[in-house]
């Protein structure tokens, strides 16, 4: 190269600007916008730097493409270590192009270390609750899903290499950006004798023609050519193994479950995660944050599961209503039965092999994109009424009204080397599974806040000494109660009847003292208790949701006696009384 062009080159890129460097400002956070993630991590730096002593930051592990899988905890170690509280889970984008569930996770994360001196009863739970957020677990397609161009529907797997098509390729023929908005869109072509119309109404609509109608148009999929010359068109595209259907409950093989990778935890970051959360037996709740739908969903995810004992159906169903309160127009539902059967699903896993609650979170309603005044009927049949989703025609109202069109790329003609002469557009990238901006505020907020409330039905122990009564000679009756007030158990009923986990113990301790026998009180009036046959000093046990548990004992001696309960899931409570006679 000349050298005075080199120089001049050299020159004319010093001169550029830098590119503005994303600067993070926890006091002035903006919530309608999405952040890549690279952002996010700044985020998460930032939120860890400003509260060094409340927060741990540490990656779980590495993805396929070598980027951390971060986990941030939340907890004051002014009121004890994370694990001895009860513990909150909550991740998103387990399905990388379900971006906005990171950012519900990203934005509980701020509310609790920024507003938590600001709330009174916020400050109470953050007082007394772990939380362990993962905003991102499918980090290399969320990140991907910013940077190449890419579609609402494009970037759901974990990025292990897979032959989809048996040719002896891995991963050969993807989408391509063929007008180079950016985009992956729709390829629609002329066809008089193809599937599709242009809509009377609105002619950026296509839809599927009726028996017998005359049709334009025959779509072609996504945007892309035959890269590898097979005569197919996107056949193999990155991926493909569905990390919410890699984990190790009722996991089934690709020809039962597609996407269900070679075996359990061989995604990277499913092994990364469900190793954390197998040896963090403080958790009493999960959530799992996805994009679509407008539901809190519970297991059975398949058929094949055994059912939910009915005592924790009733926690499920008591949180599960109040779900639908908090956030309105969400339905709690049973993801086998309401929706479809799955196998190998996280939440799934978290309940049944954990004994962990876990709600999944599907985030946004496209129904809040009608464009409907009071006693309009849903405008513009697109044969798609079954969905909640609004007709195609009334969603371009929507498009025009209130985001100024830009949720459509209109039609565009484009010569491509298979089809010919053909048109792209369509509704775009953050379009359709994605909120408009406008809207995350509020979305955001809403299902944090459940987050919280649920957070707030934790195991919440009391304890007291009820009576010590002198039998006479140095002996005493000792009763002792335990009050959950929040309404999760202390142990699911799954995680106590398999024995996930040892039960909780109410303890006895005392110099003076020699206890002689002790048991659970079934019965205060009748004298019901159900003696432990050895070392009667502690007992095994539980506390229901909303729940006492009564323990007695008959002890020797005199003096101070404490009681104790200690569970998993629950902060240890103590109290002590005095024996004296007489
Ligand atoms: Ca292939
Ligand atoms: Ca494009
Ligand atoms: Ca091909
Ligand atoms: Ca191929
Ligand atoms: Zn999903």
Same mark, same amino acid.
Request: negative net charge; without cysteine; proline residues 10%.
């Given at each position: 190269m000349n050298r005075t062009i080199f120089t001049i080159m050299a020159l004319l890129i010093l001169s550029l600007p830098a590119a503005a460097e994303f600067q993070v400002d926890l006091d002035h956070m903006v919530w309608d916008r999405y952040y890549d993630n690279d952002e996010v991590n700044a985020v998460l730096q930032a939120l860890h730097k400003a509260h060094p002593d409340l927060t741990e930051l540490r990656s779980l592990g590495k993805s396929e493409e070598n980027r951390d899988v971060w986990l941030l905890t939340i907890n004051d170690p002014a009121t004890g270590?994370?694990?001895?509280k009860p513990g909150i889970y909550v991740d998103g984008a387990?399905?990388?192009?379900?971006?906005?569930a990171t950012e519900v996770c990203l934005y509980l994360a701020w509310t609790l270390l920024e507003r938590h001196d600001d709330w009174t009863k916020l400050g109470e739970l953050f007082a007394r609750t772990s939380f362990y957020i993962?905003?991102?677990?499918?980090v290399d397609n969320r990140s991907r899903f910013f940077e190449?161009?890419?579609?609402? *529907?494009?970037?759901?797997?974990?990025?292990?290499?897979?032959?989809? @098509?048996?040719?002896?390729?891995? @991963?050969?023929d993807d989408y391509d950006d063929l007008d180079g908005d950016g985009e992956i869109l729709q390829m629609r072509i002329r066809d008089p004798h193809g599937t599709h119309k242009t809509h009377p109404d609105d002619p950026r609509v296509t839809i599927r023609i009726k028996p017998g109608e005359q049709a334009e148009w025959r779509l072609l999929g996504m945007e892309g050519i035959d890269n590898d010359h @097979?005569?197919?068109?996107?056949?193999?595209?990155?991926?493909?193994?569905d990390m919410n259907r890699?984990?190790?409950?009722m996991w089934q093989p690709r020809y039962v479950?597609?996407?269900?990778? *070679?075996?359990?935890?061989?995604?990277r970051n499913t092994k990364a995660v469900s190793d954390f959360l197998a040896a963090q !037996?403080?958790?009493c709740f999960g959530f799992n944050f996805h994009n679509y739908g407008g539901m809190w969903l519970r297991g059975p995810?398949?058929?094949m599961s055994p059912p939910i004992p009915p005592g924790d159906l009733k926690v499920f169903d008591f949180l599960g209503v109040e779900g639908e309160r908090v956030v309105p127009g969400y339905r709690y539902l049973i993801?086998?039965?309401d929706l479809y059967e799955t196998h190998g699903d996280f939440d799934e896993w978290m309940y049944q092999c954990l004994g962990i609650y876990c709600f999944v979170g599907e985030l946004y =309603?496209?129904?809040?994109?009608a464009y409907r005044g009071?006693?309009?009927?849903?405008?513009?049949?697109?044969?798609?009424?079954?969905?909640?989703?609004?007709p195609l025609v009334e969603r371009q109202k929507f498009n025009d009204a209130l985001m100024m069109g830009e949720m459509f790329r209109d039609w565009r003609p484009f010569t491509h080397p298979t089809y010919g002469e053909i048109e792209i557009g369509g509704w775009? !990238?953050?379009?359709t599974r994605i909120?408009? !901006?406008? =809207? =995350?505020p509020e979305m955001l907020h809403r299902n944090a806040m459940y987050v919280l409330w649920t957070a707030g039905q934790a195991p919440r122990l009391s304890v007291e000494i009820t009576e010590t009564k002198d039998l006479g000679d140095g002996l005493w009756r000792v009763r002792t109660r335990a009050v959950n007030a929040?309404?999760?158990? !202390?142990?699911s009923d799954k995680a106590r009847t398999m024995s996930i986990l040892p039960l909780d113990e109410f303890r006895i301790a005392g110099d003076g003292i020699e206890v002689l026998s002790g048991g659970v009180l079934l019965d205060r009036w009748h004298d019901v208790v159900a003696p432990v046959?050895?070392?009667?000093?502690r007992v095994p046990t539980w506390t229901n949701g909303y729940g006492t548990r009564e323990v007695q004992w008959f002890v020797q001696g005199t003096g101070d006696v404490t009681v104790t309960y200690t569970g998993a899931k629950c902060r240890a409570q103590s109290t002590t009384a005095a024996l004296i006679g007489e």
């Open positions: 270590p994370h694990q001895d387990i399905h990388g192009n379900e971006i906005q993962v905003p991102t677990v499918n190449d161009p890419s579609s609402y *529907n494009i970037g759901r797997s974990a990025r292990v290499p897979h032959d989809d @098509d048996g040719d002896g390729l891995e @991963d050969e @097979d005569g197919r068109i996107n056949e193999d595209t990155p991926g493909y193994l890699n984990w190790g409950f479950q597609g996407g269900s990778g *070679n075996y359990p935890f061989s995604a !037996t403080n958790l995810g398949s058929d993801a086998s039965k =309603m496209s129904s809040q994109t009071r006693g309009d009927a849903p405008n513009g049949d697109d044969g798609n009424l079954w969905s909640r989703r609004p775009r !990238t953050f379009t909120p408009p !901006t406008f =809207m =995350m929040g309404a999760i158990p !202390t142990l046959e050895r070392r009667p000093h």
